[in-house]
């Protein structure tokens, strides 16, 4: 039986430096975060449903009959992950987390970082509210993380 021939492999890590338009939606929302620590949305005339991140049309009906609402900062949490690993694979003491929050008023949410709780004390449902950063910049890192609502 003829021995497998292993091909010749490199190893290495490509950075890649990008950008790319937010677009009429994401640049407003962006903006508001960054200038008032205000979530918009978009509401369909049509469903009603409202929109978090914000969409220039509605998903349901397809119509781009929409307008521009504010949606509270705080919201139900979806789901949740966690993991003791960096994203260069070392393992950490402590994790870190991801969660998904459906705002309040709104029929979609945001995946982001959760702070301020450890996985045990996180149960679906329970309310989150965000925590901004005090210098911000007009990007998703602008919110530093959700929290456990203190109220």
């Known amino acids: ?65 929409m307008i521009w609402v504010e949606v509270q900062p705080r919201g139900r949490l979806v789901t949740f992950g966690e993991s003791y690993f960096s994203t260069d694979g070392k393992r950490l003491k402590e994790p870190w987390m991801l969660g998904i929050v459906r705002l309040d008023g709104s029929n979609g949410g945001l995946i982001h970082f959760l702070g301020e709780c450890r996985p045990e004390d996180l149960k679906i449902g329970m309310p989150m509210e965000i925590v901004f950063k005090d210098e911000r910049e007009g990007n998703i890192n602008d919110i530093s993380y959700f929290r456990p609502a203190k109220n």
Request: hydrophobic share 35%; aromatic share 10%.
């Open 1 to 65: 039986m003829a021995k497998e021939k292993v091909g010749l492999r490199i190893s290495g890590k490509i950075q890649i430096d990008y950008k790319w338009s937010l677009g009429k939606a994401g640049e407003r929302f962006f903006t508001e975060i960054k200038e008032n620590k205000t979530i918009m949305g978009t509401k369909c005339r049509r469903c009603c449903r409202v929109l978090v991140p914000p969409r220039i049309f509605c998903e349901e009906c397809f119509v781009e009959d």
